[in-house]
Nanobody
């Protein structure tokens, strides 16, 4: 059973960095594709980045490309999102998610979700 828990959120000034972590306490996520999504107040949940079970072929939303990096520590059942040069518009609750087979950008394709971690970027 996949059980995802996010951590690493917080308050940071514009231009700063944060690293989010997502760990599967159930230990089953190694064979799953994983992704990061975010949801700002009053907005729909949107795709941020995703990666294969093997930790390759990352995909990114245009809004975060060249600023965010997704990677995973396979043996630790953990996925990360390194966020650099943060902007106020990156403020949102960030969720990690997992699904079988290939990573996708549509949130409704993901079967497993964490509860989210708040990221706030001040100007």
């Amino acid at each position: 059973q996949v059980q995802l828990v996010e951590s690493g959120g917080g308050l940071v000034q514009a231009g700063g960095s944060l690293r989010l972590s997502c760990t599967d306490s159930g230990g089953s996520v190694r064979s799953y594709a994983m992704g990061w999504f975010r949801q700002a107040p009053g907005k729909e949940r949107e795709f941020v980045s995703a990666i294969t079970w093997a930790g390759d072929s990352p995909i990114y939303a245009d809004s975060v490309k060249d600023r965010f990096t997704i990677f995973r520590a396979y043996r630790a059942n953990t996925m990360y999102l390194q966020m650099n040069n943060l902007k106020p518009e990156d403020t949102a609750v960030y969720f990690c998610a997992a699904k079988r087979w290939v990573p996708e950008v549509a949130p409704d394709q993901y079967a497993y979700w964490g509860r989210g971690t708040q990221v706030t970027v001040s100007s």
